[in-house]
């Protein structure tokens, strides 16, 4: 799974969650793994759709076997459904009833049993005491109703109602008619009965009654197409190796189906019908990435076939459903959109949802106490993948932005344990700590242990655990038998505590041929940090192994000369803040000679805080513009300061350069935005010349520069550019309308709110209110707050009500202010806006309160 934007968007808005609150008493049970009476052998599933009343009307042939004790109950998880028919099917004796003929079904007896339904669960009166080993079946016949249940998301996923109608009318002209569902955490048992726990497996077939005009996919091979005298068609898929009942999907749509393949293997894509010509540029890694992880692992991809597929409004980022991947419509991109992907979000979500394939689907956590064991391994893919194909630097710089994402989130929110038994709701625990810290934590360990046991251990792990759930154990006692190593320690200190160390950082080269290295350990705790420690004296790197187990601790080595610079943590690989007690000339040093993109970030950061008023850190700065890295480069170029005539003189041959012929696309944008803060009508050629530039960020941004000579211009440029307004394009645009104030633009803005769907609504609606703050007509402004207000109810969460909260109340008080300055009509008007805006945020806490 992949949570994406409202957890970046919305970490410093919550300052406290109620997983933090120490008296909240649900932080007091302990949440075990679940219990295993029964266990899940195989379900068939045959399921028809109810557009009209968002309902699924489903049969579902269940097979168990008690898990070791004798049994003669069974409890099923089915959330809000009306159960018709709970029945045993005869004539089976032991032997599981795994992928039965239409013909079987049809002839098989069946005895009611009897069962209780409170709405969550069917609880059942079996026929007799089953033993362990000793097969049975039960039917049941149900409608699930999604859209009648009271659930609730979490931050990474913001809802959970299992299966979802999109436009089932047809009424919104611009949205396809489709069909999706989403399992994790427990939400397949709001669409076919089953025991909804990680630690259950079970083969599957489900066969989807649809319109022939439609396409279907789920899990598993697509086994026969069935045409119905009605007009409809019966699709079924098999799988015939078990997975969890979370992983369950299905989608139906209008979708193209883009064919590669793996090995002989189906790989598809599943896109809208006008976004199939980009199908490969967007996935088309795919196959490449299954051949990099399986050599990896030494394990090669062990489902049927896999398929990807991008649906309209998703409640997540995507999810690693057994071979058959669901992504939010934010992937769905054109070629000039995919240039403007400078974090590469779309092979971040690609790769981490694929690895999920071996860690997660193959092995599965046992309980959400233990989701590191899904979630971390796919975040840390993340970095495995951009080593292997974008380079180091382009790793490291996404492991940087993962670590700090953890950090932030940690000061707003708290920290947790890694692995942890106590906390408030399942969802609570899909933050930073189980993906990005675990992420960080498995490059610690992969680091200290090396490549050849670290992935040595995962083989060996994987292979022990194949479709069987794990812990985190499972892993320490696998690199553990690789290593020969005690890893106790690492897991105690990362994996079942919390918090990271803080380090203050001295050097004493006062006795001749000795350096000095004192760290100290700030706060109660002390932490166990294997690390490297690289010296440069005398034209030589020297590297030392060193292991900090003290509060303070002071590590010394011979040196012939004093030494221009020791890196301390030289891999980069802590997670750990720190202050570095050393003088701008080991940063310069530190720039050119240290190789890792963290190493030539600190000399950057530190050169730019010096490099209006130092030579040496200005050259530093003005080398790091032509870094070897594109994401330097542009930190660099970000961080000028040109208000300086000595940095102005150095930079503007540079940034002029750099804006016209950088390959890329953000670095481009970066000077061009620079040169924009000049407001010099020298520029004006350039900027025009960019407005032809395919990439979507370099002609928005040079429209906003473009705006700061000429406002009218660029506002007549800008309507001509509206036609074809995708990603950063529509920013640029959207401030050229700002700065323009004519209320005539709100239709853009409209749109533009009405066109995204997803979590990118959320970027619409900024713009939109941003641009409503300054507009004066009130029916305008209703209408348009009226609009945000459905989108805020379209999320039903809480990361997304505080931030419009946060939105609207500077917008109420702009509102407010510009009355008390105003007379007349106006001043009235203004004053029902602020009431307006008032009123949308205290529905929105009201909406909070009921939660």
């Known amino acids: 799974m992949t949570g994406l934007a409202v957890i970046g968007l919305c970490t410093r808005v919550l300052a406290q969650t109620v997983d933090n609150q120490k008296d909240d008493p649900a932080?007091?049970?302990?949440?075990?793994?679940?219990?295993k009476i029964n266990n899940l052998v195989h379900t068939k599933l045959d399921v028809r759709f109810d557009y009209a009343k968002r309902y699924l009307n489903g049969k579902a042939w269940i097979t168990l076997q008690p898990n070791f004790y004798p049994t003669d109950s069974l409890?099923?998880?089915?959330?809000?459904?009306?159960?018709?028919?709970?029945?045993?099917?005869?004539?089976?004796?032991?032997?599981?009833?795994?992928?039965?003929?239409?013909?079987?079904?049809?002839?098989?007896?069946?005895?009611?049993?009897?069962?209780?339904?409170?709405?969550?669960?069917?609880?059942?009166?079996?026929?007799?005491?089953?033993?362990?080993?000793?097969?049975?079946?039960?039917?049941?016949?149900?409608?699930?109703?999604?859209?009648?249940?009271?659930?609730?998301?979490?931050?990474?996923?913001?809802?959970?109602?299992?299966?979802?109608?999109?436009?089932?009318?047809?009424?919104?002209?611009?949205?396809?008619?489709?069909?999706?569902?989403?399992?994790?955490?427990?939400a397949s048992s709001a669409w076919f009965p089953t025991i909804d726990k990680t630690n259950q497996k079970t083969t599957s077939e489900i066969s989807m009654t649809v319109d022939k005009k439609y396409v279907t996919l789920s899990n598993g091979k697509l086994v026969s197409q069935k045409p119905n005298a009605d007009g409809t068609r019966t699709d079924t898929w098999r799988m015939?190796?078990?997975?969890?009942?979370?992983?369950?999907?299905?989608?139906?749509?209008?979708?193209?189906?883009?064919?590669?393949?793996?090995?002989?293997k189906e790989v598809n894509y599943y896109v809208e019908k006008e976004y199939a010509p980009h199908a490969k540029a967007i996935f088309g890694n795919t196959p490449e990435m299954m051949t990099f992880f399986s050599k990896l692992l030494g394990y090669d991809y062990p489902w049927v076939k896999y398929s990807q597929i991008v649906v309209r409004d998703y409640v997540s980022g995507a999810m690693e459903n057994t071979t058959a991947t669901i992504h939010g419509d934010f992937l769905q991109k054109t070629d000039r959109e995919l240039l403007d992907d400078d974090?590469?979000?779309?092979?971040?979500?690609?790769?981490?949802?694929?690895?999920?394939?071996?860690f997660g689907d193959l092995a599965t956590c046992e309980s959400w106490s233990n989701l590191t064991m899904n979630e971390s391994f796919a975040d840390y893919s993340e970095y495995l993948w951009f080593e292997h194909k974008f380079?180091?630097?382009?790793?490291?710089?996404h492991g940087y932005t993962a670590m700090n994402n953890y950090m932030e989130s940690a000061e707003y929110q708290g920290d947790r344990h890694l692995v942890r038994f106590h906390y408030h709701d399942k969802e609570n625990m899909f933050d930073a700590v189980s993906y990005q810290k675990g992420g960080r934590i498995l490059h610690m360990l992969r680091n200290y242990l090396g490549d050849e046991a670290f992935f040595k251990g995962l083989n060996l792990y994987l292979k022990q655990n194949a479709f069987k759930a794990t812990e985190s154990h499972h892993l320490r006692l696998a690199l553990e038998e690789v290593t020969g190593q005690d890893l106790n320690w690492f897991f105690n200190q990362w994996y079942f505590n919390q918090g990271y160390p803080t380090l203050e950082i001295n050097y004493d080269y006062s006795q001749a041929g000795l350096a000095k290295v004192i760290i100290t350990q700030k706060g109660d705790r002390v932490f166990d940090l294997p690390f490297a420690?690289?010296?440069?004296?005398?034209?030589?790197?020297?590297?030392?192994?060193?292991?900090?187990?003290?509060?303070?601790?002071?590590?010394?080595?011979?040196?012939?000369?004093?030494?221009?610079?020791?890196?301390?943590?030289?891999?980069?690989?802590?997670?750990?803040?720190?202050?570095?007690?050393?003088?701008?000339?080991?940063?310069?040093?530190?720039?050119?000679?240290?190789?890792?993109?963290?190493?030539r970030r600190e000399a950057i950061e530190a050169a730019m805080k010096q490099h209006t008023t130092n030579a040496a850190a200005r050259a530093t700065v003005m080398a790091a513009t032509k870094d070897k890295y594109e994401g330097l480069r542009a930190l660099a170029i970000s961080g000028l300061k040109l208000d300086n005539n000595?940095?102005?003189?150095?930079?503007?041959?540079?940034?002029?350069?750099?804006?016209?012929?950088?390959?890329?696309?953000?670095?481009?944008?970066?000077?061009?935005?620079?040169?924009?803060?000049?407001?010099?009508?020298?520029?004006?050629?350039?900027?025009?010349?960019?407005?032809?530039?395919?990439?979507?960020?370099?002609?928005?941004?040079?429209?906003?520069?473009?705006?700061?000579?000429?406002?009218?211009?660029?506002?007549?440029?800008?309507?001509?550019?509206?036609?074809?307004?995708?990603?950063?394009?529509?920013?640029?645009?959207?401030?050229?309308y700002a700065k323009n104030g004519n209320e005539s633009d709100v239709p853009f803005f409209a749109a533009r709110l009405e066109e995204t769907s997803g979590q990118e609504k959320i970027g619409a609606a900024i713009l939109y209110l941003n641009f409503l703050s300054s507009v004066d007509n009130t029916a305008l402004v209703t209408k348009g707050i009226d609009e945000v207000m459905d989108v805020v109810t379209g999320f039903n969460n809480p990361w997304v009500n505080n931030y419009m909260v946060n939105l609207l109340t500077p917008m109420a008080k702009k509102k407010q202010e510009k009355a008390a300055q105003s007379s007349g009509e106006l001043r009235n008007e203004l004053n029902k806006q602020a009431d307006y805006t008032l009123q949308a945020i205290k529905k929105i806490k009201e909406s909070k309160a009921e939660e």
């Open 240 to 264: 015939e190796l078990p997975h969890a009942p979370y992983l369950f999907m299905m989608a139906v749509g209008d979708f193209a189906i883009v064919k590669d393949q793996w090995r002989g």
């Open 646 to 736: 000595d940095v102005k003189t150095a930079a503007l041959p540079i940034l002029t350069d750099l804006a016209k012929n950088d390959p890329v696309a953000w670095v481009r944008a970066a000077a061009i935005k620079q040169l924009g803060k000049l407001k010099d009508a020298q520029y004006t050629s350039l900027f025009e010349a960019a407005l032809k530039d395919r990439s979507y960020l370099v002609e928005g941004t040079a429209l906003s520069a473009l705006a700061e000579l000429d406002t009218k211009k660029a506002y007549q440029l800008a309507k001509t550019m509206e036609k074809d307004a995708r990603g950063m394009l529509s920013s640029g645009i959207a401030n050229v």
């Open 391 to 397: 380079g180091k630097d382009a790793a490291d710089e």
């Open 27 to 35: 932080l007091k049970i302990y949440r075990a793994s679940p219990t």
């Open 343 to 358: 974090d590469r979000l779309g092979e971040s979500v690609i790769a981490h949802e694929l690895f999920h394939h071996w």
């Open 75 to 186: 409890t099923l998880d089915a959330k809000g459904m009306d159960i018709k028919k709970v029945s045993l099917i005869q004539g089976t004796g032991s032997t599981t009833l795994r992928f039965p003929s239409e013909a079987m079904l049809r002839t098989a007896k069946q005895a009611p049993l009897q069962y209780d339904y409170n709405g969550e669960e069917i609880r059942v009166k079996l026929n007799k005491t089953y033993k362990s080993g000793e097969s049975y079946t039960v039917f049941v016949e149900y409608t699930a109703k999604p859209d009648e249940l009271k659930v609730k998301g979490s931050e990474a996923i913001t809802d959970a109602k299992g299966l979802y109608f999109i436009n089932p009318d047809g009424s919104d002209p611009k949205k396809p008619i489709q069909i999706w569902t989403q399992g994790e955490t427990e």
């Open 533 to 599: 420690i690289d010296v440069y004296a005398g034209g030589k790197k020297e590297r030392h192994q060193v292991r900090l187990t003290e509060k303070a601790d002071t590590f010394s080595f011979a040196v012939s000369a004093k030494p221009d610079f020791i890196n301390v943590d030289a891999d980069k690989v802590l997670i750990l803040k720190k202050t570095d007690r050393r003088d701008l000339n080991s940063y310069v040093f530190q720039y050119k000679n240290a190789p890792n993109y963290l190493d």
